[in-house]
């Protein structure tokens, strides 16, 4: 393989990387918030904004644990066939898969950015008593399904080093 796609598929599993294992963390930031609800409605008045700060933590944590999950090999899988399979013809059948996946994600990168561009220009606001702003999390979405799409095409070139008898 050329090495700019060694250098692409290197630099883009360091960031994604560094970002899920940082994402990783917000399954306590979650906890936490949920935690405080909890304490909230029995101790005190209930807090209006816990419930979708926890919902905003969850989709982070989704979204930018992603890729991560990805390029650990961490998806799930029908493994009926796939597991005794050799590794050339996994790296063929996931080559495909992954074009699918590509498509799937410019799809959702185009809608997210389109939907991010409306929040950001009209000032568009959760239809709550709390009314939080929409492009922060919007945003965070934007960024997760770009690097999604990035460790995808990282795969991508993974399998077709594998389809010719390489190594990434």
Same mark, same amino acid.
């Given at each position: 393989?050329?090495?700019?796609?060694?250098?692409?598929?290197?630099?883009?599993?360091?960031?994604?990387?560094?970002?899920?294992?940082?994402?990783?963390?917000?399954?306590?930031?979650?906890?936490?918030?949920?935690?405080?609800?909890?304490?909230?409605?029995?101790?005190?008045?209930?807090?209006?904004?816990?419930?979708?700060?926890?919902?905003?933590?969850?989709?982070?944590?989704?979204?930018?644990?992603?890729?991560?999950?990805?390029?650990?090999?961490?998806?799930?899988?029908?493994?009926?066939?796939?597991?005794?399979?050799?590794?050339?013809?996994?790296?063929?059948?996931?080559?495909?898969?992954?074009?699918?996946?590509? =498509?799937? &994600?410019?799809?959702?990168?185009?809608? /997210?950015?389109?939907?991010?561009?409306? %929040?950001?220009?009209? *000032? #568009?606001?959760?239809?709550?008593?709390?009314?939080?702003?929409?492009?922060?999390?919007?945003?965070?979405?934007?960024?997760? =399904?770009? &690097?999604?799409?990035?460790?995808?095409? /990282?795969?991508?070139?993974?399998?077709? %080093?594998?389809?010719? *008898? #390489?190594?990434?």
């Amino acid at each position: 393989m050329p090495k700019a796609i060694r250098l692409y598929v290197k630099y883009v599993e360091a960031v994604n990387y560094r970002i899920g294992r940082i994402a990783m963390y917000g399954i306590f930031v979650m906890a936490g918030i949920l935690l405080w609800s909890s304490i909230s409605k029995t101790f005190f008045l209930p807090s209006l904004w816990t419930l979708e700060v926890a919902q905003f933590a969850m989709v982070a944590y989704y979204i930018l644990g992603g890729p991560y999950s990805i390029q650990l090999n961490a998806n799930v899988r029908m493994d009926l066939l796939y597991a005794n399979w050799s590794p050339k013809k996994k790296a063929c059948f996931d080559s495909v898969t992954v074009l699918l996946l590509l =498509f799937y &994600l410019g799809v959702m990168l185009y809608g /997210a950015i389109d939907s991010t561009a409306y %929040a950001l220009q009209y *000032g #568009e606001r959760n239809p709550s008593a709390w009314r939080p702003y929409l492009w922060p999390i919007k945003t965070i979405m934007c960024i997760g =399904f770009l &690097l999604m799409l990035l460790q995808a095409t /990282a795969e991508l070139f993974k399998d077709i %080093a594998k389809i010719r *008898g #390489e190594e990434i």
